[in-house]
């Protein structure tokens, strides 16, 4: 593994593949050097809470991979059937 890189776990369950989804949807957006903010439980003020993904270079993700094999997503962000029928 590149050294520049950190690795970053997580085990979930009964997700149906959202985690691994969205976040290669930030990879996805991130990737053509665009920044932007990613809010969670935007109407909920007490949860409410900003990151900011800064797709300048500094902010990248390698891969995202769920059980060992790279999430795959369509056009629209959605997890590709052919990906999912791998698992």
């Given at each position: 593994m590149d050294e520049e890189f950190d690795k970053v776990e997580f085990l979930v369950k009964g997700d149906e593949g959202q985690m691994a989804a969205m976040i290669e949807y930030i990879n996805r957006c991130s990737a053509v050097g665009h920044s932007f903010d990613i809010v969670v439980d935007p109407d909920l003020s007490e949860y409410k809470k900003s990151f900011f993904a800064?797709?300048?270079?500094?902010?990248?993700?390698k891969d995202v991979k769920k059980n060992g094999v790279k999430v795959e997503l369509d056009k629209e962000g959605d997890i590709?059937?052919?990906?999912?029928?791998?698992?």
């Open positions: 800064d797709g300048d270079g500094r902010f990248r993700i590709l059937e052919s990906y999912l029928r791998s698992l």
